[in-house]
C-alpha cells in the first residue's frame, strides 16, 4: 500500500477506514479535511509519516485516531499553525517534523495535474515528471 493521499474531495476521514493497515508508511491529509474519527488510523504499525495541510487542526481526533503507528512517527503541518495544533492536548502528543512549508511546495498553474512531484515530503530526492501536451515545455527556476 506505502504512501496514502487523501483527495481533496474528502471532508471527513471515518472511523477505523485504515484501522491495521500495516502496510502505509506515510499518508497526506489534504486542507479539505476537517475531522478525522476516532481509530481511523489505528494499528497502522508502519506508519511514519502524516502531513497535515490543514490551517486549522481537524476535530474529532483522540488517542484511538493514531494509536499504534510507529514510535518514530513525524507529523508535519503548515509553519503559520504549528503552535496552533501544539495547542490542543492530543495534538502536542505527536513528534512534529519540519513543518510543511519548508518543504516543496509547488504553486499553482493550469498545467498542475501535468507535473507529478514525489515523494513529497522528501529530505533526499525529489523527483519531477512532466507530461507534456502540444509540445509545450515546462521551465522550473530553482
Not at 504549528?82 to 512534529?96: A, E, H, M, P, V
Not at 529530505?123 to 519531477?128: A, D
Request: charged share 15%; hydrophobic share 35%.
Amino acid at each position: 500500500m506505502g504512501n496514502i493521499n487523501i483527495p481533496p474531495s474528502i471532508s471527513v476521514i471515518d472511523g477505523g477506514v485504515f484501522y491495521g493497515c500495516s502496510g502505509i508508511t506515510s499518508v497526506t491529509i489534504p486542507n479539505s479535511v476537517t475531522s478525522i474519527k476516532p481509530f481511523a488510523f489505528f494499528d497502522c504499525s508502519s506508519l511514519d509519516s502524516i502531513v497535515c495541510k490543514s490551517l486549522t487542526p481537524p476535530y474529532g481526533v483522540d488517542y484511538t485516531t493514531f494509536q499504534n503507528i510507529s514510535e518514530d512517527a513525524l507529523f508535519y503541518v503548515p509553519c503559520q499553525t504549528i503552535q496552533q495544533y501544539k495547542g490542543f492536548d492530543i495534538w502536542k502528543t505527536f513528534n512534529y517534523g519540519d513543518c510543511i512549508d519548508s518543504l516543496v511546495n509547488i504553486p499553482s498553474f493550469d498545467k498542475e495535474n501535468f507535473l507529478h512531484v514525489f515523494p513529497n515530503p522528501t529530505t533526499g530526492v525529489l523527483n519531477l515528471i512532466q507530461e507534456t501536451i502540444n509540445n509545450e515545455q515546462l521551465t522550473i527556476n530553482n
